[in-house]
Each structure stands twice: as structure tokens, then as C-alpha cells.
């Protein structure tokens, strides 16, 4: 992100002031116009959150597909007026609008006029960028259940996530009232299609287990989703 910002102006002032200092005066200015910190353009000040208005401007792009250019003016007059959809990037489909008009929201704040007013990165951005990922990975994991599931948690006979694991003489793991319905009929392997050594299964409790935890975990991200 920085080199596509030209932002480092953080960095900058850590390098060359003592500890402490918070606030650095170029005589130059430096940069790309569109990205450039509307403060660092006028006084030639660096702060902390200089970095924070590249970062702002390069979100609405993301989200827009969009030049730099008026972006910010663009982007807050859709906000406001519930117009953001459209002038989301249209090269994507099924953008999740209400996440989308959080991040939207989010690049907007950073790209307050004054650093004050911008958020504070550890505390405010990385939190509010976290909460939106895991909305949408909620969100998509509600659509379609089987998307995250971890292949060796399906049972290659019925194709359903097993709940009572157990491990034939092939070596894989089976729904056990599947398998064993399956060795009634038949001595070979339902993955290899091999003659099996014998007809006995054992239970698998690890992966049991690895699958208890996981439906714990889907079932209390579905429920924070739903708040």
C-alpha cells in the first residue's frame, strides 16, 4: 500500500526525529497529489496519521474501481445519500452492500482534512477492517454451508458431514452407519475401489472431535452474525 500511496510518512518521522517527537516539517513537499495528506500540502508537517489519508483513498478505489480524482467528494455524496451501490466497481458482482458501506464509511474517515479527526490505526482501523471481514465470512458461509467445510470432514459415501467418524481398513474415515451399510454388500473400498485387507472399522475420535469443534465454532459465528 505504501508504495502504491507513496505514503511512509510514519516511518519517516520514526527515522529521523528523537523518540517522542510526534510531528516532522519538510521544506520540500513530496508525493503523489491524490494521495498526499491535504496538511502535509500545506504547512509540509508529517504526523503519525499522514499515512492514513493514501490509505483512505486507495479503500474507494477498491470498492469503486474508480480514478482518485473526486473519489472522496463522489463516495461521500452516495453515502449520504444511500446511493452507494451505485458506484460500487461493476467488474465485481454480489457485493455485500451493507459491509461494503462500512468500508466505504471507514475510507471516508480516513481521509479527514485534519490528521486529529482521522482514526487511530491500531485501535480503530484493524478493528473495524476485522469486524467486516468476519461479517462477510459469516455472511457467505450462511449461503453456502458446504463452501468452508474441510474436505476430510465428509464422508466420501454420502457426502454429508460426518458426525460418527470411523476408519475401514483402507485407511479413510467413513460415516460409520455408511460404511457399514456399505460392507454388507460389497469387499471393496468405496474411495479405491480396491479389495479391502478385512471388513473392520474403528472409531476415529480425533477427527470427531476436529468436527464437534468446528460446528461449535460455525454455530457461534452464525449466532454473532445474526445480532
Not at 25 to 44: N, V
Not at 83 to 100: C, F, G, N, R
Not at 109 to 119: E, F, M, V
Amino acid at each position: 500500500m505504501g508504495k502504491i500511496g507513496d505514503a511512509g510518512f510514519a516511518k519517516l518521522i520514526t527515522d529521523l526525529v528523537p523518540d517522542g517527537q510526534t510531528e516532522y516539517k519538510e521544506t520540500i513537499i513530496a508525493g503523489t497529489l491524490y494521495y498526499m495528506d491535504p496538511e502535509y500540502q500545506q504547512t509540509g508537517t508529517v504526523r503519525p496519521k499522514s499515512d492514513l489519508f493514501a490509505l483512505g483513498v486507495i479503500i474507494l478505489q477498491m470498492l469503486t474501481g474508480k480514478r482518485p480524482n473526486g473519489l472522496i467528494l463522489s463516495t461521500e455524496s452516495a453515502v449520504r445519500d444511500g446511493m452507494l451501490a451505485d458506484i460500487l466497481d461493476k467488474s465485481q458482482t454480489h457485493w455485500p452492500v451493507a459491509e461494503a458501506e462500512m468500508l466505504a464509511k471507514l475510507g471516508l474517515s480516513c481521509t479527514a482534512l485534519k490528521c486529529r479527526d482521522r482514526p487511530d490505526l491500531e485501535s480503530e482501523i484493524l478493528p473495524k477492517l476485522q469486524e467486516i471481514l468476519h461479517s462477510i465470512t459469516c455472511a457467505v458461509s450462511l449461503k453456502n454451508p458446504k463452501s468452508n467445510v474441510p474436505s476430510h470432514f465428509i464422508c466420501p459415501i454420502m457426502q454429508e458431514i460426518m458426525s460418527d467418524p470411523y476408519v475401514a481398513s483402507d485407511g479413510h474415515t467413513y460415516e460409520q452407519q455408511a460404511i457399514r451399510a456399505w460392507l454388507k454388500k460389497h469387499k471393496v473400498s468405496p474411495v479405491t475401489r480396491r479389495v479391502l485387507p478385512n471388513s473392520s472399522i474403528i472409531p476415529n475420535h480425533s477427527l470427531r472431535a476436529a468436527i464437534q469443534q468446528w460446528k461449535s465454532q460455525s454455530a457461534h459465528a452464525k449466532a454473532w452474525n445474526g445480532r
